[in-house]
Structures are given as structure tokens and as C-alpha cells.
């Protein structure tokens, strides 16, 4: 933690109190410890505390006598923003782009990963709107550190309780220590679908999001690799700066792209949805509608995976992704081994929530050797965490 920026937003719950001893923590680690607070925060506990703790003045409104875009700066200067408590109140601003307040103003601006604390009562935690809230925070990639369950202060008993402070440092230890275990590494990643022109004005496509293969460069980036995103159409954008974009629309110009940074890359992680046909001949203008039919000639599309699996040489690693719908496992494997991938992630449209859209996804890893691994339904950010700690393992960067 030793030089790390940390912005501790503390929002209005009893757990406030905790803020003191989470602050003296970071502070004893070596960080530097930005205090900001709500103003419903400042009546749990008060600036003046935290800001003989964190040794900084504490920052509370959005306009200060000397700036009024200080949110901007801080966002940008932080290594991590932890928010702890984050309430109910605080999460459903955050889910929801709500910027009524110093925190969620910072929020917005941070390109730091944000840690989230919850802290509330039981029933409050447990309601839909809550969870819904945490779902949709988790699925733009931020981290949640688990609730407790214990006696809360309503004096009612289960889940809500805001994580011990030693658990939170641990926590983003942790982070720190893993975030930079593929810097030095060069990963390609293919997203989203693709666009097949019919003509000017229709095309053959499907329904993905991009939002797994997102997930994966998200990831990828925040531990320090350096990320090139072939992007195909995708309403889509990464916030991170480690991910280098190059927006593509066919499958031609997909494969194009990827065999240009292919030579220097690393590691290859193909979760983009190609289309495997095209139109042969693409109409100059709008095809006008004729007759009660009409046809169309397909031809294949360049297979990128299969060009990448070719062309794979000692030291590079790829993993290819199967969507199927039958026969699921059979299929992957068969895949796994004509497109020399290193390993395969299966996901099946016959499971609930994964897939295309959906902002959760489920998967099987397949490895060569027929080592097989089933993941519970997740986050796709949570899923991205998997794929990239298979990778590490099986390259000798992760021991477990
Ligand atoms: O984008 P989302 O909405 O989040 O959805 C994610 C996803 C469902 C698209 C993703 O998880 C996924 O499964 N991607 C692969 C979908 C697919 O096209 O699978 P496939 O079984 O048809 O292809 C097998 C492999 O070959 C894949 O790695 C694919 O990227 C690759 N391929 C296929 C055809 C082709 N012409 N070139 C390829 O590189």
C-alpha cells in the first residue's frame, strides 16, 4: 500500500465510525488517505477526526472556496476510491449516475477501481431495489467488498454489517499485489458481433453485447496488461486507458486487424460472436423489395481463430469461447482442438442469464487435456476474473 492514493468516501451510516479506524489503517500501511465525506456522513462522525487521522483536510462539498471542479482532480488522482459505508441511498446514486454530492460527483470521475463497503440493515440489503442497484454497480466493474452478518445496529440479526476494516485493507492488498500480474504482457482480444452487408442499408448480424469480451480487456487492463480490443459494432466503451480499441464492423475487417497484432501478441482471448457467412455480392443500393421471396448467396467469412490457431507459436497462448445451444460439451471440445486453442470457454444458451446481453454469464473451461471446470452463474466482470486466473495459471503467473 506503501504510496498508494486512496480516497475514502464515507457515506450516512452508523458504520461511520468505522472510517476512523480504516483511515489510521491505510495511513499505517504507507498510502495516502483522501478523506470525503456526505454531509448526512459528518453527523456520524466528524471531518475533524478523520482529517487528524488522514492528516489532509477533508472534502465534503462539491465547490470549495478555492475550486469548483476539484471532483474532476480528485477522480483523476486516485489509485482506488473506497467508499466506506456506501448506504443504500449511496449505492442507489451511484447504480444511477445521480450526482447530488462530493462522492458521487467523484464517482463518476474516478478512473480508479472503486471498492464499494455496504453497510445497512437487513431488510434494506435483502430488498430487490438494493440488489438490483449492486448487480448493475457490479456490472460496470466494480468491487464489492461482502457484506457481514451479525447483530446490526437496528439490534435486528443477519446481513448488512459493513466490512471490518482489516478485512477492507486485505482486500485492496490483495488488489494492489494481483493487479499488475500480467503487466509486461500483450493480449488481443475480439468482442462483440459482427456486420455482414446485405446492402447500404441492411446486414446479416447477431444479438452479442460485446459486454464479456469488455469485461475480459476491463480485466486484463487492471492488472497491468496491455490491451488491444478489436471491437466489432457495440454500443460499448472502455474506460480504462491500458485498452487500445480498433473498431471494426465485418468479419473481414475483424481478421485483417487481428492478423496484424497477432505477431505481437501474447495472449488471444476470441469471445467475439463472427458471423460464419456473408453475403456473396453486396448490393450497391437498396435492395427494393420483388416477389413473395428472394435469395440469398452466402459465402464463408475468414475464420480469425482458426487463422490465429495456425499461426500460434511457442510462447503465445490462446483461448477461443463456443455459444451453443446442443451437444454443448461435445462441440467445445471438437472446437478446442480444430482451432488449436489453449483452452475453451463454453457458455450455453440453454442456461439462464448467460450469453448473449445478459450482464451475467455461465461458463465451463475445457483444457486440452479434458480438465474441465463447471463456474456458477456470475457477473461478467466476476467471469472475466475467472478466465484471466485460468490464464495466469496455466502461464505461470497465478501459483493458485
Ligand atoms: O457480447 P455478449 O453479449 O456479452 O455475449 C458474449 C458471447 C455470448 C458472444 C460470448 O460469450 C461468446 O460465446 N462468444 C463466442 C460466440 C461464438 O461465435 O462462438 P462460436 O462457437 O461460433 O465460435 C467459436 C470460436 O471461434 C469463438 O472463439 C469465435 O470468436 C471464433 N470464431 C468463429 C467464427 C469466425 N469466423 N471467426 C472466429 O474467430
Known sequence: MVGKKIILAVTGSIAAYKAAHLVRLLVKKGAEAQVLMTPSAASFITPLTLST???????TEIISDSAWNSHVELGLWADAMVVAPATANSLAKLAHGICDN???????????????APAMDLDMWKHPSTQENVRRLKSFGNHFLP??????????????????????????EGFFQRKQDFSGRKVLITAGPTYEAIDPVRFIGNRSSGKMGMAI????????????LLLGPSKLNPAHPGIQTVRVESAREMHEAALQFFETTDIAILSAA????????????????????????????????????????????????????????????????????DFIVLNSLKDAGAGFNFDTNKITILHRDNMRTDFELKT??????????????????LAF
Open 53 to 59: 487521522l488522514s492528516k489532509k483536510p477533508v472534502f
Open 102 to 116: 462530493l462522492v458521487s460527483a467523484v464517482y463518476l470521475s474516478a478512473r480508479c477501481p472503486v471498492f464499494l
Open 147 to 172: 457484506v457481514g452478518y451479525g447483530e446490526l445496529a437496528s439490534g435486528l440479526v443477519g446481513e448488512g454489517r459493513m466490512a471490518e476494516p482489516e478485512e477492507i485493507v486485505t482486500f485492496l
Open 217 to 228: 480487456a476491463e480485466e486484463f487492463a487492471r492488472r497491468g496488461a496491455s490491451v488491444t
Open 274 to 341: 463472427v458471423a460464419d457467412y456473408r453475403p456473396r455480392n453486396v448490393a450497391e443500393q437498396k435492395i427494393k423489395k420483388a416477389g413473395d421471396s428472394m435469395t440469398l448467396e452466402l459465402e464463408k467469412t475468414p475464420d480469425i481463430a482458426a487463422s490465429l490457431g495456425k499461426m500460434k507459436r511457442s510462447g503465445q497462448f490462446i483461448v477461443g469461447f463456443a455459444l451453443e445451444t446442443t451437444d454443448e460439451l461435445k462441440n467445445a471440445s471438437e472446437k478446442l482442438v480444430k482451432k488449436n486453442f
Open 380 to 397: 461478467k466482470a466476476e467471469v472475466a476474473e475467472d478466465i484471466v486466473n485460468e490464464v495466469g495459471r496455466c502461464i505461470g503467473v
